[in-house]
Nanobody
Framework: VQLQASGGGLVQAGGSLRLSCTAS????????MGWFRQAPGKERAFVGS????????YYVDSVRGRFTVSRDNAKNTVYLQMNSLKPEDTANYYC????????????????WGQGTLVTVSS
């Protein structure tokens, strides 16, 4: 599966952005989807994820209550709605897909989008 992320940009603290990740192929609905981010000089980190059906989601503590992961299997797209953004949310955001269930470990995700840059100004 090939992934294409979009929706990044520059936003002021307290603002919102919605990232999208569109997949090619007909088996998108069978993949577990994750969002990760990587700030300059830091390791790629888990942000949130969603099961193939959309019934289960997981978040890192620092974004829980502010970010929401959702998916539309009919559109082969997964979303990351980001509200109440903070300067520390500044990073390149990546979507990723894997077969199987939940994992926050980026190393087990087989497919990656190209990343979209989110910059939050104070």
């Amino acid at each position: 599966v090939q992934l294409q992320a979009s929706g990044g940009g520059l936003v002021q603290a307290g603002g919102s952005l919605r990232l999208s990740c569109t997949a090619s192929g007909r088996t998108f609905s069978s993949y577990y989807m994750g969002w990760f981010r990587q700030a300059p000089g830091k390791e790629r980190a888990f942000v949130g994820s969603i099961s193939w059906s959309g019934s289960s989601t997981y978040y890192v503590d620092s974004v829980r209550g502010r970010f929401t992961v959702s998916r539309d299997n009919a559109k082969n797209t997964v979303y990351l709605q980001m509200n109440s953004l903070k300067p520390e949310d500044t990073a390149n955001y990546y979507c990723a897909a894997r077969s199987g269930g939940y994992s926050a470990d980026y190393r087990v995700y087989a497919y990656w989008g190209q990343g979209t840059l989110v910059t939050v100004s104070s």
